[in-house]
């Protein structure tokens, strides 16, 4: 079992930044590949970055590439998400997931994911 909660969420102005955090709490915590993924009101929740479990490997969605940063530290538990130039369609609720199945790449699956953090919200003003 895998336990994630994120933090960092919050109000910024258009081409500002924002760090979100995502501390994760389970034994084998580390051993996934993880993601990030966002939803807006009334959309599908969509894939915006995934890092493997060694972070030797990341990957983007094409509306954020350029722009966020995923990483990790095993050692803390925790994953990031760095966004800067950030636009108002970036507005979201953000949700750092865990992937428990699937083996192809890019990991852009939701389905593919079994562990959920609880979402932290993310405003742009423009």
């Known amino acids: 079992q895998v336990q994630l909660v994120e933090s960092g969420g919050g109000l910024v102005q258009a081409g500002g930044s924002l760090r979100l955090s995502c501390a994760a709490s389970g034994r084998t915590s580390s051993a996934y590949t993880m993601g990030w993924f966002r939803q807006a009101p009334g959309l599908e929740r969509e894939f915006v970055a995934a890092?493997?479990?060694?972070?030797?490997?990341?990957y983007y969605a094409d509306s954020v590439k350029g722009r966020f940063t995923i990483s990790r530290d095993n050692g803390r538990k925790m994953v990031y998400l760095q966004m800067s130039s950030l636009k108002p369609e970036d507005a979201a609720v953000y949700y750092c997931?865990?992937?428990?199945?699937?083996?192809?790449?890019?990991?852009?699956?939701?389905?593919?994911?079994?562990?959920w953090g609880q979402g932290t919200q993310v405003t742009v003003s423009s």
């Open positions: 997931a865990a992937r428990v199945r699937g083996a192809t790449f890019p990991p852009v699956n939701k389905y593919e994911y079994g562990y």
């Open positions: 890092v493997t479990w060694n972070g030797g490997n990341t």
